[in-house]
């Protein structure tokens, strides 16, 4: 199991913290999204590494920037 995290910009609210864990969700091998608007950390948990390629174009897919912390 493995873990990531990201910095996510322009979250504001609870919403934005559920369109981001909705398209995060999606990708293959996730197990775990935990995303917090208030610290702006996205958090993954997924059997394998994940490409951050993927993780960040999901992000952008939900309205939102990120970064690998």
Avoid: F, N, P
């Avoid at 979250?11 to 999204?33: F, L, N, P, Y």
């Avoid at 608007?37 to 897919?61: M, Q």
């Amino acid at each position: 199991m493995t873990q990531a995290q990201y910095q996510v910009t322009g979250m504001t609210c609870g919403h934005c913290e559920a369109s981001v864990r909705s398209e995060v969700t999606k990708i293959d091998g996730v197990q775990e999204v935990q995303v917090s608007a208030a610290s702006g950390v996205l958090t993954v948990t997924s059997a394998t590494e994940i490409a951050d390629e993927i993780v960040l174009a999901a992000v952008d897919e939900a309205g939102y920037s990120a970064v690998r912390a």
